[in-house]
Structures are given as C-alpha cells and as structure tokens.
C-alpha cells in the first residue's frame, strides 16, 4: 500500500502583491506547481490548513472583509480550489475570523472535521476558534484543542492510525488530557503551518514522552526567509512508514528593488517508521 497526499497553508491570495508579483499571478504558479507535482508522483487529496488570505488582518490597510467586504477567502476557492487535480480538504487559519455559518458558507466545511482514508485518520481542528465573526480588526484568538472532539474521533475510530493537522499546535500549552492523546501510539505526527516554516522539530520529552514530531508546512505567500517559499508538503504513507518532504517550485520576484529566483527543490525531509 501506497498513499500520497499535498499539505499546504499560509498560500495568502489577498490584496498584496508581495515581492511585486501580482497575487493572482502567484496563484497561478501554485496551481501549476500542484499539477507539475500530480504528473510526476499522484497524489489523492490536499489538505488545506488555513491562511489563505488577509481577509482578517490587524496591520496597515487593515483585512479586507472588515474594511470593504472581500473575501479573497471565498475567490480562492472560487477561482482556483476547483482547479486542482483531486479533492481537497480545508480548515481555516488566523487570517480566517469566520463563524462556523459563514465558514461553510464560503467553503463547504465546517471549521473542523476529520478525514478517513483507508485506516488513516486525518483530524482538523480548529486552534484559532475565538472571537469569531468579529467586528474589529485582529490576527485571530488561539485556542487550545477541543479535548471532547479530538477523544471522539479517536473513540469513532479505535484501529485507524491518526495524524493531527491543524493551522497551529502549542502542544506544551495543553491539557494533560491532551498531551497523553497527543502521546497516543496510533498518533503518528502533527502537521501545521502559521509560521510560513517548513521545519521539522520533535515535541520536548516533558511535553511528550514519545517525542512526537511536529511538521511544519511552509507558505505560497511572504517569508522572510525565502528557503521555506514557495512550496508545499507532500505526505507519502506505506505500510509501516511514512515520508514527508517540502517542495519548492520556481519562483521569481523582487525585494528592495533587486531581483531574485528560486529553483526548484525538495529539503526538509523526514521519515517516521511505525
């Protein structure tokens, strides 16, 4: 048995043209990139884990939903989620202050789900869940997991193996309730974004015993370091072992005025055997 699947987050389509390349023209190297990525090694799903605007945003001119009612949220599903080669799975991020009605709304999800695929469960939650729906600007309340939704889908299903996704994780910052979840032997890993990192670190032994790997997703948007950009994770699952590494697409801008390109790559590469 083989499986692959794509994890992205931190894409960004909104009202900035960073590195002076139209928003629009970015998400279009997305799309290529995920169609170049189908045709060289099929993957069956994507999992989408949130930022893919400003449409709520604290700083400078502000997220565009409050200021004048776009949601890039909404276009980007519109414009470019129908596009990609297989089916899709999406969880919002900070930049995503939707309410769960407006939420599915929008998107067709609710603000967390899980995803079973063959004897893997894939659980979405949702850790950016307060202050929904606001009404003054802001970057997102974090919260903790929700313990009762986390146990119930891992009491729904007591024999599928389990990797936990979501926008963010502060693990350390958790119940103990969740901390022994989070230690669970079917647990196999815990992938998230929201630092527009693509970096891979074990959980402290203090806060899991079982060291438990966090994998973090890297960004289609603005980084300041540009070896996480522009890229996305892929998630190869066998047998007993899984594989995930972060690719990099070309990509090619300006910062200060002065000119740079990426070339294609793939870095940040682990393997977890169970």
């Given amino acids: 048995m083989r499986k692959r699947i794509i994890i992205a987050s931190d894409i960004h389509y909104c009202q900035r043209n960073w590195y002076n390349v139209d928003s629009d023209a970015r998400m279009e190297q997305f799309i290529d990139a995920l169609q170049a990525e189908y045709e060289r090694d099929p993957y069956e799903m994507i999992l989408l884990l949130g930022d893919y605007s400003l449409d709520h945003w604290k700083w400078q001119e502000k997220g565009t939903y409050l200021t004048i009612g776009r949601s890039y949220t909404q276009e980007f599903v519109e414009k470019y989620c129908k596009r990609f080669p297989v089916p899709y799975y999406m969880i919002a991020g900070n930049h995503e202050q939707y309410g769960e009605e407006k939420w599915r709304e929008i998107t067709g999800f609710s603000r967390q789900f899980s995803v079973e695929s063959d004897g893997y469960l894939f659980v979405m939650l949702d850790t950016f869940a307060g202050d929904l729906d606001p009404v003054e600007h802001h970057d997102g309340v974090f919260t903790r997991i929700d313990a009762d939704y ?27 309730e969740v901390k022994a979840m989070v230690d669970d032997e079917r647990v196999l890993c815990l992938f998230c974004g929201h630092t527009h990192g693509a970096n891979i670190f074990k959980l402290p ?32 699952i066998t047998d007993h072992e899984l594989t995930s590494s972060y690719y990099v697409y070309p990509f090619a801008g300006e910062i200060g005025g002065q000119p740079f390109t990426l070339g294609k790559a793939v870095k940040n590469s682990v393997k977890i055997e169970y």
Avoid: W
């Fill in 150 to 176: 986390l146990r119930a889908q891992m009491e729904a299903y007591p024999n599928h193996k389990i990797i936990l996704c979501s926008h963010y994780f502060d693990i350390a910052g958790e119940s103990d």
């Fill in 205 to 236: 032994e203090a806060v899991s015993p079982a060291r438990k790997r966090v994998i973090f997703t890297g960004t289609y948007g603005e980084c300041a370091n540009l070896s996480s950009m522009c890229g996305f994770r892929d998630l190869v």
